[in-house]
């Protein structure tokens, strides 16, 4: 099989997946209490009794009804689209999605698509950040440990390596704020924020230095625990080929230890890390990404998600879903196809199995 038949395979396997994963959230929904058209008519009752209206009686499917004349009902149950059967509303959605058009939100009153682009520049700020100097970080030192291993080094930094990945990362970022954020000790660094209000007047040396001095707290606080995992992993996964037959081999041919190291253990200890690279990129936009954002007062990906689940924003909900599914999906294909490009050994009839 080439990579192309595999590629039209696994996109083909795709579209199943990600209606199936659309089809549960949808069902689900519907059953979901305190939807948007029952906010609605709560918030219409409230004012009518702060009005001094008299409010009556009467049971309905939603609570907010009572004492909401029924024409009114039937409009704000047509504002937000629940006026059509679900299957309608769900056929709806699939033809919008297929042209990349998630809808509007109920609450932001805006297009999905255009909140996320405006939510991106946060998330992809404090994503690429954690996801490179992750990797800068652990890999040397993974390769470092592996080769002392036992040493004084190894034990000191295998202690750093577990106090980092004992604090969770928003706990850190509270103890980075208060030491360095203008709390009870310095004020070294900004409160929140990606940039200061008067970004504009800045010269261009100035908006880097700016934006440097604002994320410096936040990506801190989201690579402490990331490159924890990371350093062991590289690690443990170089002992083992270190370990193996073929070392010993090379050793016992002469070979200096840094072409053993470099030119066999390297590329081979590699392969795992190196199939992880997309599934770890696209993680650090996401994974911790909502206490990050919400600590730090920054407006991403994360928050979005968060109040839109908290306030029954359905379109914001569904348009999100869909694309980290995608996302998801297409990184897990990246993901295969460097597990080939890494080992030319690994066959694609393999990876079917």
């Given at each position: 099989?080439?990579?192309?038949?595999?590629?039209g395979?696994?996109?083909?396997l795709?579209?199943p997946t990600l209606?199936?994963v659309?089809?549960?959230?949808?069902a689900?929904i519907?059953f979901v209490?305190g939807?948007p058209?029952?906010?609605a008519?709560?918030?219409?009752k409230k004012?009518?009794?702060?009005g001094g209206?008299?409010?009556g009686?009467?049971?309905s499917?939603?609570r907010?009804?009572?004492?909401?004349?029924?024409?009114r009902?039937?409009e704000?149950k047509?504002?937000?689209?629940?006026?059509?059967?679900p299957?309608e509303r769900?056929?709806q959605?699939?033809?919008?999605f297929?042209?990349f058009?998630?809808?509007?939100?109920?609450?932001h009153?805006?297009?999905?698509?255009?909140?996320v682009?405006s939510?991106?520049?946060?998330?992809i700020?404090?994503?690429?950040?954690?996801?490179f100097?992750t990797y800068?970080?652990?890999l040397p030192?993974g390769?470092?440990?592996?080769?002392?291993e036992g040493?004084r080094?190894?034990?000191?930094?295998?202690?750093a390596?577990?106090?980092?990945?004992?604090i969770?990362g928003f706990v850190?970022?509270?103890?980075?704020?208060v030491?360095?954020g203008?709390?009870s000790?310095?004020?070294?660094?900004p409160?929140?924020?990606l940039t200061?209000?008067?970004w504009?007047?800045?010269?261009?040396?100035?908006k880097?230095?700016?934006?440097?001095?604002?994320i410096t707290?936040?990506v801190?606080a989201?690579?402490?625990?990331s490159?924890?995992?990371?350093?062991?992993?590289?690690?443990?996964t170089f002992?083992?080929?270190?370990?193996k037959?073929y070392?010993?081999t090379?050793?016992?041919?002469g070979?200096?230890?840094?072409t053993v190291?470099?030119?066999?253990?390297f590329?081979?200890?590699?392969?795992?890390?190196?199939?992880g690279?997309?599934?770890?990129?696209i993680?650090?936009?996401?994974?911790?990404s909502l206490?990050i954002?919400?600590l730090?007062?920054?407006?991403g990906l994360g928050?979005?998600s968060?109040e839109?689940?908290?306030r029954?924003d359905?379109?914001?909900?569904m348009g999100t879903?869909?694309l980290f599914?995608?996302?998801?999906?297409?990184v897990?294909?990246l993901?295969d196809?460097?597990?080939v490009w890494?080992?030319?050994r690994?066959?694609?009839?393999?990876l079917?199995?």
């Amino acid at each position: 099989m080439n990579i192309w038949s595999y590629i039209g395979k696994r996109v083909l396997l795709m579209v199943p997946t990600l209606l199936g994963v659309i089809a549960i959230t949808f069902a689900v929904i519907q059953f979901v209490p305190g939807g948007p058209v029952e906010q609605a008519l709560m918030e219409l009752k409230k004012g009518q009794v702060a009005g001094g209206e008299a409010t009556g009686g009467g049971g309905s499917e939603y609570r907010g009804r009572q004492g909401i004349d029924a024409e009114r009902v039937k409009e704000i149950k047509a504002l937000y689209g629940f006026d059509k059967p679900p299957l309608e509303r769900f056929w709806q959605m699939l033809k919008g999605f297929a042209t990349f058009d998630l809808g509007k939100s109920f609450y932001h009153h805006a297009d999905v698509w255009q909140l996320v682009k405006s939510k991106l520049p946060v998330s992809i700020s404090i994503g690429l950040w954690t996801f490179f100097l992750t990797y800068l970080i652990s890999l040397p030192l993974g390769v470092a440990k592996a080769v002392r291993e036992g040493s004084r080094f190894d034990v000191a930094t295998s202690i750093a390596v577990l106090i980092g990945y004992s604090i969770p990362g928003f706990v850190l970022g509270v103890f980075l704020l208060v030491l360095f954020g203008g709390g009870s000790f310095l004020q070294w660094f900004p409160l929140r924020g990606l940039t200061s209000d008067n970004w504009d007047q800045l010269s261009w040396f100035g908006k880097i230095t700016d934006y440097l001095w604002h994320i410096t707290l936040p990506v801190t606080a989201s690579v402490a625990g990331s490159f924890a995992v990371m350093t062991m992993l590289t690690k443990n996964t170089f002992l083992e080929e270190i370990r193996k037959q073929y070392v010993l081999t090379a050793r016992a041919k002469g070979l200096s230890e840094k072409t053993v190291l470099y030119k066999h253990v390297f590329r081979n200890a590699l392969i795992p890390l190196v199939t992880g690279f997309p599934a770890a990129f696209i993680g650090a936009f996401f994974a911790g990404s909502l206490l990050i954002e919400t600590l730090f007062s920054l407006d991403g990906l994360g928050l979005l998600s968060y109040e839109s689940v908290v306030r029954r924003d359905y379109p914001v909900v569904m348009g999100t879903l869909y694309l980290f599914t995608l996302i998801g999906l297409v990184v897990k294909l990246l993901g295969d196809l460097c597990y080939v490009w890494a080992d030319p050994r690994v066959q694609f009839e393999s990876l079917n199995r």
